[in-house]
């Protein structure tokens, strides 16, 4: 990373927050990049015969059950410092 990028960052107190997205647990939508699926939390869906589902999310929401992916961590290159709780 260019150091005047980084040090523009630094002064704005950048961050990276930890959301779905970059978690282990997140699977990517292939028909929306915005959304996926939770694989570790799932729930009984009413509407459908299915009595538990995978539990559909957006990539920059978060919970406390968040695990780092390493690859997705490497996917972030100079903006990975930036990651809030690293």
């Not at 995978?54 to 997705?72: A, N, Q």
Request: proline share 1%; glycine share 10%.
């Amino acid at each position: 990373m260019d150091d005047n990028k980084k040090k523009v960052l630094q002064e704005i107190k950048y961050e990276v927050h930890k959301c779905c997205g970059l978690c282990a647990n997140f699977m990517r939508s292939h028909q929306n990049g915005m959304f996926g699926t939770c694989i570790k939390n799932g729930y009984e869906h009413l509407k459908h015969n299915e009595s538990q589902r995978e539990l559909s999310v957006t990539i920059y929401g978060g919970c406390p059950d968040w695990e780092e992916d390493r690859i997705k961590k490497n996917l972030l290159h100079g903006f990975a410092e930036f990651q809030k709780g690293s």
